[in-house]
């Protein structure tokens, strides 16, 4: 019996990380990227969610899905067609872990970015400001620093970081990071 192909579902926020590791030979399989502002808006993640799932589906392959845990029936919606989901809550957990993230935090209390996100920020923020009116400086003030982590296969723009720091009123620094947990996760699932 032929084994099934395997399509991964994953947020777009993976996708320089996962071309680099395919080409590095350590990633295989056809990947359906979604925009990485969808957890912005559930009703747009869930739907754009369910349509890759059923047309990964349709295919009759296997399914397994690159995302945290980025709305609030994540489980519902996967169980529905069947999907494997990485085990990480969301993308910063899935690139070092949850163990990393909470010594990190309790050296001082954390805004975790990956390039991806530093990249994509103004995007991100301003979907949330058309789509509810969502001030995202507000956020912010409960942290003490931004930690950027820095596998050094997504170019950082550094005046991206800088505007970023600005708009936070928060210190920037960097910890570079390997893909190793991040590839875990995927042969685990």
């Known amino acids: 019996m032929k084994k099934k192909d395997t399509i991964f579902i994953s947020c777009g926020i993976f996708q320089e990380e996962l071309r680099h590791l395919a080409k590095e030979g350590l990633f295989s399989g056809k990947v359906m990227f979604l925009d990485a502002a969808l957890h912005i808006n559930f009703d747009k993640l869930k739907a ?3 349509q890759a799932l059923a047309e990964a589906q349709a295919a009759g392959a296997e399914l397994k899905v690159i995302y945290g845990h980025c709305h609030p029936d ?3 919606i996967l169980a529905r067609s069947g999907a494997k989901k990485i ?3 969301n993308c910063i ?3 070092i872990g949850r163990e990393e993230i909470a010594r990190l935090d309790a050296e001082a209390k954390t805004f975790f970015l990956t390039a991806g996100w530093v990249n994509n ?3 991100i923020f ?3 400001l058309e789509e509810f009116g969502f001030d995202f400086s507000s956020m912010f003030g409960q942290y003490k620093r931004i930690v950027v982590f820095d596998t050094g296969i997504v170019p950082i723009d550094e005046e991206k970081v800088e505007k970023f720091s600005k708009f936070t009123g928060l ?3 960097r910890k570079p990071i390997t893909l190793n947990h991040l590839v875990a996760l995927i042969e685990e699932v």
Do not use: I, W
């Open 74 to 76: 994540m489980d519902d």
């Open 87 to 89: 085990a990480a809550g």
């Open 93 to 95: 957990e899935a690139f």
């Open 171 to 173: 210190p920037v620094e």
């Open 48 to 50: 754009h969610l369910e």
């Open 126 to 128: 301003s979907a949330g």
């Open 121 to 123: 920020f103004e995007n």
